[in-house]
Nanobody, 115 residues
Framework: QLQLVESGGGLVQAGGSLRLSCTGS????????VGWYRQPPGKQRDGVAT???????NYADSVRGRFTVSRDNVKNTIYLQMNSLKPEDTAVYYC?????????WGQGTQVTVSS
């Protein structure tokens, strides 16, 4: 089973920036669908920024222009650069990888944006 480990969350003031990282346990992380989801307190988990199986990126409307997803296939890692953070970005952020061989999630990392 593919293991995913996120890092980079924390507390930041509104307008600040954070960069999240997600590293997969094998080269399988570099194929298929991979991306970032988030779950605000008391709300459902939704997609934020993802790579589809062709490598194209997709962003939620609420983060487009502020967040950038990128990847380093040598390190089996994807990143989420988050700029101009808002209090409504506060959530647990999860990394997800999906392929025919499995659907795997990381443990999540907390991002808190203070006003």
């Amino acid at each position: 089973q593919l293991q995913l480990v996120e890092s980079g969350g924390g507390l930041v003031q509104a307008g600040g920036s954070l960069r999240l990282s997600c590293t997969g346990s094998s080269i399988k992380f570099n194929i298929g669908f991979v991306g970032w989801y988030r779950q605000p307190p008391g709300k459902q988990r939704d997609g934020v920024a993802t790579f589809d199986s062709n490598g194209s990126t997709n962003y939620a409307d609420s983060v487009r222009g502020r967040f950038t997803v990128s990847r380093d296939n040598v390190k089996n890692t994807i990143y989420l650069q988050m700029n101009s953070l808002k209090p409504e970005d506060t959530a647990v952020y999860y990394c997800r990888h999906f392929h025919s061989f499995g659907d795997n999630w990381g443990q999540g990392t907390q991002v808190t944006v203070s006003s």
